[in-house]
């Protein structure tokens, strides 16, 4: 049965495959011929799936496969297992939520897909902590070929990356992931991946590339616009600094990430206004709540539903001495507070992830400075993904 496959598909291993005739040396009568004759790849074309899947495909050597696929391109993806191509399906469902869960800021959810993936067996658990995926954000970045640790990392979500990294320690994996934390680390802070590239190490809260300012430095703009002698609450600079609140400032908080914004909405009225905590900004936990009043609809709404009703085109958030976020849908003069909350977020976040390093390199150092052999050998896993 081999050898008929392989002569149907011209694959004889002692027989090459001719190189075809140049064109020019052949005469009218035997192109016309060969047109007419049968190639190969019409008489792929003809095979339902099915026998591919189920009688040919399982009787070619793999190595034969590339000479196939040479015959029909559309059909090559048919030699692959199936149980695989229905694998990467299930995989493709669990990854782009898992992903989109993380950008979102949606701890809980991510949570609960990394705790199922762990009931399932320790290898589902690395998969998920190893694999990379390519995800567009709120903000529309792209993010080519990233771990979940290394976009909490982008994000500067220390909320985020703290539990991702009570999974890389768990009794379960520790010893196969050992040292796997600390190398996305170094290779996100390298700054070659192709979305550092494009986006930087993290998000910047004092970024000044026109139409992409972080909220730092659009609150700082706002602010030194109002501060200036010359200004007037009426007229044409009025009007600017009221688009500047809502496009700029607002523009910003549109494309900030879920945990600044987190911080406007959540409904303990920590962090901002006065008096201030000292500890400011880390607690352990952070509510990671989305929602603000908006006044032009007359009703609390989420975050989501602010980018598409008006958040950076008719409204800024504003936060201050209230006990929870609003929309201000005119120009805001006092904004003293948020800009200070905002600068101090970001110098916390930033500390936090240059602390980084030492930790998650302390934390494998047994790959660096290996420690004497012990009585047991202990237990790893090793697998390919």
Sequence with gaps: MRRAIQTFFGLNRNSPVPAPASSSSLTPETKKSNAEQPTHQNQMARIPDSVFLGILAPMVELKE??????????????????????????????????????????????????????????????????????????????????????????????????????????????????????????????????????????????????????????????????????????????????SHWKTGVGGAQSRAPLHLIQEYCREDGRNFGAPLPKERFKEENLPRAVLFYNWALGRWVSFWEGLTSGLGSSFGLYRGGLQRGEAALKMVGAIAQDLAANRRLCLVRIEEYEALEPELKKDCQALFDPAPEAASPGFSLSFSL
């Design 65 to 242: 496969v590339k000479n196939i696929s040479l015959a029909s391109r559309t059909q090559t993806v048919l030699f692959r297992d199936p149980h695989q191509r229905r694998s990467m399906k299930e995989n493709e469902k669990i990854h782009r939520p898992l992903f989109r869960h993380l950008a979102r800021g949606e701890q809980a959810e991510v949570k609960v897909i990394l705790d199922a993936a762990k009931n399932r067996g320790p290898e589902e658990l690395i998969k998920l902590l190893t694999m990379k995926h390519t995800i567009t954000d709120h903000a529309k970045r792209q993010f080519d070929n990233i771990t979940l640790f290394q976009l909490a990392l982008w994000y500067l979500d220390r909320h985020m990356w703290r539990m991702l990294l009570t999974y890389f320690k768990d009794e379960a994996v520790r010893e196969a992931l050992r040292g796997e934390a600390y190398r996305q680390y170094t290779q996100h802070q390298s700054g070659l991946t192709q979305y550092a590239k494009e986006h930087g190490q993290y998000y910047h809260f004092e970024g000044k590339k026109p139409g992409q300012e972080g909220i730092v430095t659009a609150l700082q703009d706002h602010n030194d616009y109002l501060a200036n002698t010359k200004f007037k609450r009426t007229g044409e600079q009025w009007a600017i600094a009221d």
